[in-house]
């Protein structure tokens, strides 16, 4: 700040006082001569003559007098420079349209009036010259870039100023380097020097302006108003730079305040840090990561000829995982393996006196393990705010100083902009703004350095289209330098991976506000180092579930695990999101394996909802329910393999064991129906499958459900039970798995039956339609009959509904997924069905009809009928198998009489059919009525009609009350008229007349034998109480069909066929029906 005057004295004033106040005046009498055209002309300092010019310049004893400086400025200039002409474009492109339209028409005596206010410093790049625009009270700046060059030589060789040829200049505007002020006239003086304004003139404005490397700092002299703008940044017209008004305090209403501004550019080692600056700078370039690979050796500690590093204290059981993981990825980064390590539980070995050390057992708390893992990233050291990172973005140095009045205010810029007066290297910036916790502008920077604009604006929250060029996210480059440019980076890759990931850092240091955009740049981005990320998120995750409360929720020992599930409450977004972001990575990447190794050891506790190890008698809580969802739920989903990879997870605090193993049993509950996509994926795994399979044949075997109803048995509950048959049917993409089943009730009840019958209720109806329902998808699993099945006993044996809200009811979907069980489908079942257990299941569950529609065939349809005689009457089932099949026609009546002896007739005399006889009606329907070949006699797959249609008529003999025998069978016979459509003896269904008349009119058989040729046995006819018209009319019907009569006689009348015994014998038969 010191200068000299005429006697060589040191004075107060700076040097170039007098200079630029003569400079200044012929600027004055220049823009006087051209206002109307708003053209000015320059003088820039091109090159220096030579050597000795400057040393003398340089050299304070060697400076001219102020006074010798005004008389030979002009003469001294053209000796040592040459000028150059500079050409502004017209004012209104200067100002551009948005400007324009804002300056008001005044006339002709009032034109815009142009001044040169300021030059940009050097250095400086590029360099550009400010001019202020003025017309009445609109006074605008107008920021012209120098636009390149080159100059044209006469001849090569050395520079000299003989051979340089005078060029003219040209400036641009770039876009937003125009800039409107608040200016008010009537606190503005002006200047002395400036003449008297007429009456039809507005005052003229006198204005300062300083400034640097993209920003100015501008004011108007006399009215105090003092504008910071940066110019850096500024792409847009409408937008324009950035504006920040100072505070002037009292001096702002002071007509006589006057403003003085100095650049003051400090010398570098006048600065107390200045030698820190470079040194450290070096110092963290050279930390740079190397760009990641896509695959890694196997580390090396765990190479078999490797020796053990001291350092490492994992366990056998993490040092498998280790080894799995870099089998399944081909190979495992060394970060990974010094994160594990460091975050490791250190293997506690006995003491002197053979007791483990405890202290050394316990659990690393998760903000230690935060630390500890982010200390591994050098990307994220970079951004830390710590002592080391203070000393080269933090350092201050004065810039500018202003004199308002009595006052005074300097600007200040960081110590590094000293060093990097052009440009700063982005990991400056980017840590210089996390440490000022600006997340968002640092992100928008490393973001716009890899020109990820759709992450830049997603991150702004500007809308886009497809059509639209993004170039907004541009202008937060400058001043930045660009990437390649440093001497240090040798490889631009990687620059670019280091700057990847801290693009990484400083959406993570962003929080929740910048996790989609983080989710979006790693799903996109190629050049970020996946397992750095890897670190920096699974720290994030650590440090969050660090500041989390303690759950609210209160846990039973035999609670509800439906009703903990329902009160669950949700995590917050802070504990969910970096989650999501790292398997999203992993996904992208292809390294969910290590990922999932590192969160099982980061927050083991969380994945396994288990209290973590307390400290002496104190007991710690579990975690919270809903988070532990919240993590299964989103690492589950990611992809098919995760769900093997999740249960493959050891831990070694309870073992070691792998992950099924390690958890309690209201967890397994819990995570055996947490649904994906609409599947439990778990209840496909062979050991969470198993242990369901195991509960619920525990729960089958329990004799009543007393305990469930006391609570005091770690019985099932209905609701757990519900959601595993839901999502069994879910996991083969059955119909009614999606709700489908409410359409079912509607179609049964639409379908009437034919005309010629009256309508039949029967639960074999509803699972025919139902069976429709329960086809599984070809590309799925199967339906699994060992689950549905014993879910579906238990929850009838409790009368419960399989689903809320549903059509079906329990027993009719149990009877419909048993007699599809073990039969072939169009898709393979996952699982061997195991027939003998379900069976057994059945019987100790007491019911029949699942019992009979698994067995199927001759023996199902014997225990179908059996269950309608057990259910309405008082008897056994061994009773009413020998009533129905084993017995004689004679023992059947016996039994009947004794049964209903005790049992009064019912009071109405016409009968009415109930829904037992119903069921028998369809079943005569379906297995004889519906005959339609010759080979149904005889078929493997399809029920034989004679053997169906007499345990049928026997059942309807035992359910029939011996005082309505005779109106029953009448009934009956008029039922079979309609469906035969039997009329004097002529049917259209002669091969279901054949049936009828082989089981009512000849005696009972077994392997083609008789056995009762006494002529004691009645016929089943007479039995039933058949009149004898009908029988002869069915007779005739299938008269000369062999099919009427049993095997042992069909070989003696084809034997016969031609003679006139086959007429005798067919007359005989009618007549004996007669």
């Not at 079912?744 to 429709?772: F, H, T, W």
Request: net charge negative.
């Amino acid at each position: 700040k010191q200068g000299w005057d005429d006697n060589g004295v040191t004075s107060d004033f700076p040097l170039n006082l007098d200079r630029e106040h003569n400079l200044y005046d012929h600027r004055k009498v220049v823009e006087r001569e051209n206002a109307e055209s708003a053209f000015v002309s320059a003088a820039v300092v091109s090159v220096w003559d030579s050597q000795e010019h400057n040393n003398q310049a340089l050299s304070p004893s060697a400076h001219p007098s102020t006074s010798e400086v005004k008389k030979s400025s002009i003469a001294a200039y053209p000796a040592r420079f040459q000028t150059a002409i500079i050409n502004f474009p017209p004012v209104d492109d200067s100002l551009g349209l948005e400007l324009s339209q804002l300056f008001p028409e005044r006339g002709q005596f009032e034109p815009i009036r142009s001044n040169a206010i300021a030059i940009s410093s050097i250095p400086s790049s590029p360099p550009g010259i400010l001019l202020s625009f003025q017309r009445g009270s609109t006074l605008a700046i107008v920021n012209h870039t120098l636009v390149p060059f080159q100059t044209d030589w006469q001849m090569g060789g050395l520079m000299n100023r003989n051979l340089f040829k005078p060029s003219l200049l040209s400036t641009s505007v770039r876009p937003g380097h125009r800039v409107l002020l608040d200016s008010n006239l009537k606190e503005c003086s002006p200047s002395s020097s400036e003449a008297t304004p007429t009456k039809t003139m507005s005052p003229f404005l006198n204005m300062w302006c300083t400034g640097g490397q993209g920003w100015s700092l501008a004011g108007i002299q006399g009215t105090g108003q003092t504008y910071f703008i940066c110019w850096d940044g500024a792409t847009d017209n409408t937008r324009g730079p950035f504006i920040f008004p100072l505070d002037q305090g009292s001096s702002k209403t002071s007509s006589k305040s006057f403003c003085f501004a100095s650049g003051v550019v400090p010398l570098m080692s006048h600065i107390s840090n200045a030698e820190n600056v470079t040194p450290s700078f070096h110092r963290i370039e050279a930390k740079l990561p190397t760009v990641s690979k896509p695959y890694y050796s196997l580390p090396s500690f765990l190479q078999e000829d490797a020796c053990y590093s001291p350092k490492r204290s994992f366990s056998i059981a993490m040092e498998e995982s280790i080894k799995i993981t870099a089998k399944m990825e081909g190979g495992l980064d060394d970060i990974i393996v010094s994160a594990l390590d460091s975050i490791s539980t250190p293997i506690a070995k006995p003491t002197s006196g053979g007791r483990l050390n405890r202290s050394k057992m316990l659990a690393m708390s998760h903000k230690e393990k935060s630390k500890r893992l982010l200390r591994q990233c050098s990307s994220w050291t970079q951004l830390d705010d710590t002592k080391a990172n203070h000393g080269i973005v933090h350092g201050q140095v004065i810039a500018v100083t202003i004199r308002l009045g009595t006052q005074f205010q300097s600007l200040t810029l960081r110590t590094n902009s000293i060093a990097n007066p052009i440009s700063t290297p982005f990991n400056q910036v980017l840590s210089w703004l996390c440490q000022r916790r600006d997340y968002y502008t640092a992100a928008s920077v490393a973001l716009s350095l890899l020109d990820d604009a759709e992450a830049v604006y997603e991150l702004c929250g500007i809308p886009t289209s497809p059509e639209e060029e993004l170039t907004h996210h541009k202008g937060l480059l400058d001043g930045i330098k660009p990437l390649g440019d440093d001497s240090v980076h040798e490889n631009l890759s990687d620059t670019l991976t280091s700057l990847a990931d801290m693009a990484v850092g400083c959406l993570i240091k962003g929080g929740a506000t910048m996790s989609n955009t983080l989710e979006g740049f790693l799903a996109r981005n190629k050049l970020y180092n996946a397992p750095r990320a890897c670190l920096m998120l699974v720290g994030a995750i650590s440090s969050a579930m660090s500041k989390e409360p303690a759950p609210k929720l209160k846990l039973n020992k035999n609670g509800d695990i439906m009703s903990m599930l329902s009160t669950a409450e949700t995590p917050t977004e802070n504990l969910i999101w970096p989650v999501r972001c790292l398997i999203k990575m992993a996904v992208v990447r292809q390294c969910l394996p290590s990922v999932i190794l590192m969160l099982n050891a980061t927050i083991p506790n969380e994945l396994r909802w288990r209290a973590p190890k307390g400290q002496g008698l104190a007991s710690s809580p579990r975690p919270s329910l809903g988070l532990f969802l919240e993590l299964v739920d989103i690492i589950l989903e990611s992809t098919e393999e995760a769900t093997r990879l999740f249960l493959n997870m050891m831990d070694e605090e309870s073992g070691p064991n792998p992950y099924w193993f390690s958890i309690s049993d209201d967890t397994k509950l819990a995570l055996s129906l947490v649904s994906i996509h609409g599947k439990h994926v778990m209840l496909e795994e062979p050991e969470v499958r198993s242990w369901c399979l195991g509960r619920l044949a525990e729960e089958i075997e329990s004799p009543t459900d007393s305990a469930y109803n006391d609570g005091d048995g770690p019985l099932l509950s209905d609701g757990w039970l519900k959601e595993v048959v839901t999502g069994a049917l879910c996991n083969a993409e059955c119909n009614i798995g999606l709700g489908l089943d409410a359409m079912l009730m509607k179609k049964s009840a639409s379908q009437m039956s034919p005309s010629n019958g009256p309508e039949i209720a029967c639960y074999r109806k509803d699972m025919l339609n139902v069976q429709e329902l329960l086809i599984p998808h070809k590309h799925s699993c199967g339906l699994d009959f060992d689950l549905i099945i014993s879910s579906l006993l238990i929850l009838a044996r409790r009368g419960c509904d399989w689903r809320e809200g549903t059509q079906v009811s329990t027993q009719t979907l149990l009877n419909t997924v048993c007699g599809m069980a073990g039969r072939k489908t169009n898709t393979e079942p996952k699982f061997v069905f195991d027939s003998a257990t379900v069976m057994r299941q059945c019987a100790l569950s007491d019911n029949l009809q699942a019992a009979a529609f698994l067995i199927g065939g001759k023996k199902g349809l014997i225990l179908e009928c059996a269950d309608l005689v057990v259910s309405n009457l008082a008897i056994t089932v061994k009773d009413a198998e020998l009533a129905l099949f084993m017995g004689s026609l004679i023992e059947l009546k016996g039994s009947v009489i004794s049964i209903y002896g005790g049992i009064s007739a019912p009071k109405e005399s016409v009968f009415m059919p109930q829904y037992y006889h119903h069921h028998l009606l369809w079943l005569l329907e379906e297995h004889v009525l519906n005959v339609r070949i010759y080979g149904d006699f005889d078929s493997t797959s399809r029920m034989n009609p004679v053997y169906a249609g007499r345990i049928c008529f026997r059942a309807w003999y035992c359910l029939t009350h011996p005082s309505t025998r005779r109106r029953s069978a009448e009934w009956l016979e008029g039922w079979m008229r309609q469906k035969l459509q039997l009329t004097r003896g002529e049917s259209p269904m002669r091969l279901a007349c054949a049936a009828l008349v082989r089981t009512l009119l000849w005696a009972d058989e077994a392997e083609g034998l008789d056995l009762s040729d006494s002529n004691e046995e009645p016929l089943l006819a007479a039995v039933i109480g058949f009149g004898g018209q009908f029988m002869a009319e069915l007779a005739q019907a299938c008269c000369g069909l062999i099919q009427s009569i049993p095997p042992h006689l069909a070989e003696e009348v084809m034997s016969s066929f031609g003679s006139s015994n086959m007429v005798s014998f067919e007359a005989s038969l009618i007549n004996s029906a007669q």
